[in-house]
Structure formats: structure tokens, C-alpha cells
């Protein structure tokens, strides 16, 4: 059950509204660089918002004012990275003053909730209650689900979204007033936050047991959506690990034995030799006989369901290459003795690959050459001396064309004697499309050409560039 996020018809309409009072307040002339990216602006709340502004978090919260106060109608509005403010005088609630539900804007398609109720994710639950609840936050649109290309867990409200990164259990706002504002509002979401129309969201059944341990990420990326293998009993395939069970019943909630259906070394329990002055402890598997497991193992498996979730031990310690590594009748554990960091083996992903499922149930995505296509259009394939050159870019996914939104990239221009100019890309927009403007470059003749790459700034095992050249002439 895969939650996708699309374009609405909305989008034109209320951004068109809005906008026209944006225009005029961006064109002010106290406007003020932030210290977070070259190209933001921002302004000071205006005095009609101040409390207001301060009782939702300020700053710390709502992230930085990024335009002036515009009027509509009988509403004074101004927008915050993460949402938009406005005053009503005849509103008669909260004292006039309500977020203006731009969640509309984004088109959210509902998959996963089959009618039903939807919850707060627990996760968020704190952050919520203290900017007002649903009074504040509007109605859920979304259950919470993990965003593939953003690497986060989301939740979308009418006036507000929640995010949070796997490897961070710190709750966040979604950059709703960035995207509902565009360009008009010269401001680059800061990394993390920013709105993906385009995303794949796979939904996260199993996501409340999850929480229950100190680290989310360590069981790494869902590689597929949830599949109900019988009726009410749901499987879910992890990087790491494959869960089972009922969601609605987390007493049935269990790991699937992958080192065991792998083929992965079993001995034979034997006596204890070693102690925690050994930096060993002792788990009998059958009395008095069983394995002993280094303390770090131990450790991350008391941080994450105990032995209950990983089994007993299967074998004792063996070195796998530059690692140290024990499994357990769930999962496997390597310790990384150069980093002194513990991970799980990516058995998920090896158990994916002996599985016969439908190709769209897979939702893991990685970035490289055969997954995305970058396109580039030149203003002019040869520019005259001292003009500008633009380059318009999009870039997609190679499967389904579908934008990749969000990514930035980095562009290098080298001349013929060797010296290279070097620029940042602004992120894509939700079609995939970007452009920079090359200035002039002075130090070249008429008839030189310039080769450029442009390289995405992504994670991936190898570089995702394009290269290609144009004359001066």
C-alpha cells in the first residue's frame, strides 16, 4: 500500500489568490539575508502577528517569516517557512487568528486508510500538542507513512505537516509555507523539510511497534510495501530485517527467522569460558549450554526488543572480513571494530532477492545512472562574448518518468586552458525542473569552447553527471 502524493487542481487556483498580494510584498526593499543559504529572505513578523507568532514556538518552530504581512479580503496574512499565518477579525475562534489550510494545495492521495479513522502518530504526538493540537494542525490527511526519495517518516495535516529522519527522533514541520509560496518568497527549505509532491510514501503498519526501540534506523529502509499474506497478517520487508503480524494486534508483531531461511553458520551450544571482564555475556540457549555474545551485541540487542526480538544466538563470534559478526535466530549483527560501530546485516535485502513478488510492491529506491535521467537544454548551443549562458534541467526517474524533486547538484565549467568555475544548482522544483544562469566568463576568446558537468547532489556509490560543451562565438 503505497500513499502517492500528486499535483491538485487546487494548487493553480489558491496559489494564484494568494500570490497576487505576494507580489507586491516581495518586491520590498527590507528584505535581509539568513545565514542558512546565500539566497534567502526574511522579514520580521509584523506586530499584528507577534504574540500569535510566539504562542505557536516562533522561530524555533515555525521556522523564519518569508514574506511581508498581505491583505485578502478581510484577512491579513503572512507566511512562515512552515505555514501561513492570518487574521480575521470576524473569525470567531482563537481570537481571530487560525493557519490558513494549505495542505489542500499538495493533492494527497489517502491509500492506506480504507476509511477509517486517522491517528497522530505517537512519534508527533508531542510536537502537536504543543503548537494546539488540532486546532492548530487542522484534520489528518495522511496516516504517517516513510517518504523513499526524502529517507523520513511524514504526516500531513490541512495547515501543518510533521517529519522525522530515521536516524533522528527529533519531531519537525514540513516546509508548507516554502512550497505554498514558491519562488515569490526567496526561500530554499532547509534540508529535510521541504514538501515532495512527487515522493513515493509506502505506508508503515508496523511503525508503532518500531518506536517502541531507541533507533529506528536500525532496521533500516522498508524495501517493500506491507503484504497481507493472509487475512488480517501483514509481512514487511526491511533492509535488515522482515516483519510480521498483526498490526492491530502487537502482541503478534514478530521478526521472520531470515539467518535461519539463509542458510546462515548454526553450531551446537557449548559451556561458558568467558565473563563481563571479558566483555562477554553468557546466553543459554539450553541450560547450561548455550553462547557468548560481546557486550556491544548484547547492548543493541537490549536497545531493541531483547532477546524476545532476535532469537538466541545461532553460532558463536566469527570474523566476516574486516568485521566481527554473530547471528541470532532474527537477525545478524556486524561490529565494525576500525569505527567501533554495531549494524545489522542487510538480510531484508538479501531474502527480497528469493521472493516472488510484484515488481510494483517494491518500493525501495537508489540513486544512479540507470535509475535517473537528467535532461539539459541550452539556452543557445553558442553564446556571443560576455553573455550569460542558461541551462534549463530536468531530471526524472528512469523507470516511470516521474520528476525527482528536491535535488540540487553541482556544476562545473572548465575552460580550454585547463581553468574551472564551479556553481551550486538550486534544488528541482515538484516537475524536476531547475535552471542556473552561467554569467559571462571573460577570460576566453571567440571561438573557445566550454565543457561543463553537472553532477547531482545525491547519495549514490558513484557520481550521476552529464557533460557537455558549448561555443563561444
Known amino acids: 500500500m503505497a500513499v502517492k502524493i500528486k499535483n491538485s487542481i487546487l494548487k493553480p487556483l489558491v496559489t494564484f489568490i494568494f500570490l497576487i498580494f505576494l507580489l507586491s510584498a516581495c518586491n520590498q526593499n527590507n528584505l535581509s539575508a539568513t545565514n542558512n543559504h546565500p539566497n534567502n529572505r526574511v522579514y520580521a513578523v509584523d506586530k499584528i502577528f507577534r504574540d500569535y507568532y510566539k504562542k505557536l514556538g516562533g522561530t524555533e518552530v515555525f521556522g523564519s517569516i518569508i514574506s511581508e504581512v498581505f491583505t485578502f479580503e478581510e484577512n491579513q496574512c503572512q507566511y512562515t517557512e512552515n505555514a501561513l499565518m492570518c487574521f480575521n477579525p470576524t473569525f470567531n475562534q482563537n481570537d481571530g487568528y487560525l493557519l490558513f489550510p494549505i495542505g489542500v494545495l499538495f493533492g494527497i492521495d489517502n491509500a492506506g486508510t480504507n476509511g477509517s479513522t486517522i491517528q497522530v502518530y505517537e512519534e508527533f504526538r508531542n510536537l502537536y500538542e504543543l503548537v494546539g493540537g488540532e486546532a492548530t494542525t487542522g484534520k489528518p490527511m495522511t496516516i504517517a507513512g516513510y517518504n523513499i526519495q526524502e529517507k523520513r517518516i511524514e504526516q500531513y495535516f490541512e495547515n501543518i505537516g510533521f517529519y522525522q529522519k530515521l536516524d533522528d527522533r527529533k519531531s519537525n514541520l514540513l516546509a508548507y509555507g516554502v512550497y505554498a509560496c514558491d519562488e515569490k518568497c526567496r526561500f530554499t527549505a532547509k534540508y529535510g523539510s521541504a514538501v515532495n509532491v512527487n515522493a513515493q510514501v509506502v505506508s508503515l503498519p508496523f511503525l508503532p511497534f518500531m ?108 570474523q566476516e572480513g574486516d568485521r566481527i559478526r554473530q547471528c541470532y535466530q532474527n537477525y545478524c549483527l556486524d561490529y565494525f571494530p576500525n569505527a567501533k560501530d554495531v549494524r545489522m546485516v542487510d538480510l531484508g535485502q538479501q531474502f527480497l532477492q528469493t521472493m516472488n513478488i510484484e515488481t510494483e510492491d517494491v518500493v525501495h529506491f537508489e540513486y544512479s545512472s540507470e535509475t535517473v535521467i537528467i535532461q539539459v537544454s541550452e539556452k543557445s548551443q553558442h553564446v556571443a562574448l560576455n553573455e550569460a549562458q542558461e541551462l534549463k ?79 563561444i562565438w
Open 211 to 318: 518506536a517502541r526501540f531507541e533507533y529506528l534506523n536500525a532496521f533500516g529502509e522498508p524495501l517493500t510495501a506491507p503484504l497481507e499474506i493472509q487475512s488480517g497478517l501483514y509481512q514487511q520487508v526491511f533492509k535488515n530485517v522482515v516483519l510480521l503480524g498483526n498490526p492491530d494486534l502487537p502482541e503478534t508483531i514478530h521478526l521472520l527467522d531470515l539467518p535461519v531461511r539463509l542458510g546462515f553458520k548454526q553450531d551446537s551450544p557449548g559451556p561458558q569460558i568467558y565473563s563481563s571482564e571479558d566483555n562477554m555475556v553468557f546466553y543459554i540457549v539450553s541450560s547450561p549450554y548455550g553462547f557468548h555474545v560481546p557486550t556491544v551485541f548484547d547492548q543493541f540487542i537490549t536497545q531493541h526488543g531483547g532477546r524476545e526480538l532476535s532469537g538466541n544466538p545461532l553460532s558463536e563470534v566469527y
Open 393 to 471: 534541467i530536468q531530471i526524472l526517474r528512469s523507470g516511470d518518468q516521474t520528476p525527482l524533486q528536491n535535488i540540487e547538484a553541482k556544476l562545473k565549467i572548465t575552460l580550454p586552458n585547463g581553468s574551472e568555475y564551479n556553481y551550486s544548482v538550486p534544488a528541482t522544483d515538484e516537475y524536476g525542473i531547475t535552471q542556473i544562469t552561467i554569467p559571462a566568463i571573460k577570460r576566453v576568446q571567440n571561438g573557445s569552447v566550454l565543457t561543463y558537468a553537472l553532477c547531482l547532489d545525491v547519495p549514490s556509490d558513484e557520481p550521476i553527471c552529464i557533460k557537455d560543451s558549448y561555443l
